[in-house]
């Protein structure tokens, strides 16, 4: 599939800012599926000052704020053709060993609540990809899906307590129960096409487990289904926070207030691709479910 992102993301500040860094992962790479045909950004209030591989192969771009703006705009806009790959991304590469995706984070280290969760799960854990497809449905179930309750700073125990959230908690609790089974784990950060709109508030959070024979899988638990041609990773990371689009300090400046515009659609060619995207059908092995 054929897609066309474009997402701008704006700053504003109360005050003037007189020192400011930001780091923004917003580049996807032409991996593990999916090609990148053109991706352009443009900055207003910032510039550019390095651009980097991160220790999780992400794409990075570190940007200065300008002195004194009140305002700093990141507009990306790109073509990226993408695969079905029924959820599998495949094996391990990168600079970061398998070890590295089975150390609790703050953000997904297990207490008590993810113990239950754990222990309620009637599947053969002998069958890893099976248990995950279990384990998936398990934290749908405990976690309805309403925006607003939770943050990034939000923790796997914290989300299955109140019971609601949104898709990064979905992943977070996934990746804290997994790890909690010695299976490695990481969280993905990326875009999806909606089936119903093009425009967005944001971009989309999923997790991926590594099975043996099959290598990372992908798990879309807030949308109940396996990650497809619809999707675009973008960056990857322990959690949240290693995956994050944007991240940075600044001095001064005030009160902040962030804007996203985001949209994502499928680009139509010719007669021949003007297919809508597939509805997901049932899940067979090898697939991963959400």
Not at 147 to 152: N, Q
Not at 183 to 205: C, F, N, S, T
């Amino acid at each position: 599939m054929l897609l066309s992102v474009t997402h701008s993301t704006r700053y504003t500040f109360a005050d003037p800012v007189a020192h400011g860094l930001q780091r923004l992962r917003l580049k996807p790479k032409s991996t593990h599926g999916q090609e990148v045909l053109d991706w352009t950004m443009e900055l207003t209030g910032a510039r550019i000052e390095a651009e980097y591989d991160d220790q999780h192969h992400n794409h990075a771009t570190l940007i200065s704020i300008d002195d004194g703006a009140r305002a700093v705009v990141v507009t990306c806009k790109g073509t990226v053709q993408t695969s079905d790959n029924n959820g599998i991304t495949g094996l391990h590469t990168g600079h970061m060993p398998l070890w590295c995706f089975l150390r609790p984070t703050a953000l997904t280290r297990a207490g008590n609540k993810v113990r239950q969760l754990v222990a309620s799960v009637d599947a053969d854990r002998g069958d890893r990809l099976a248990f995950l497809h279990a384990l998936s449905y398990a934290v749908a179930e405990h976690i309805t899906y309403e925006p607003g309750l939770t943050d990034v700073s939000t923790t796997a125990e914290q989300a299955l307590a109140a019971g609601k959230g949104v898709c990064q908690d979905h992943a977070h609790v996934f990746i804290s129960a997994g790890r909690f089974l010695d299976i490695p784990m990481r969280y993905v950060g990326g875009y999806l096409k909606m089936d119903d709109r093009e425009e967005q508030e944001a971009g989309h959070g999923w997790a991926e487990a590594y099975v043996d024979g099959l290598g990372w899988v992908g798990f879309d638990i807030a949308n109940a289904v396996c990650p497809d041609e619809r999707y675009i990773r973008v960056a990857t990371g322990c959690d949240y926070g290693e995956a994050a689009p944007v991240t940075g300090i600044a001095q001064g400046g005030g009160v902040s207030h962030l804007d996203v515009q985001l949209s994502v659609a499928q680009k139509l060619l010719g007669s021949s691709q003007q297919q809508q995207s597939s509805e997901s059908g049932p899940l067979q092995a090898g697939q991963a479910q959400g």
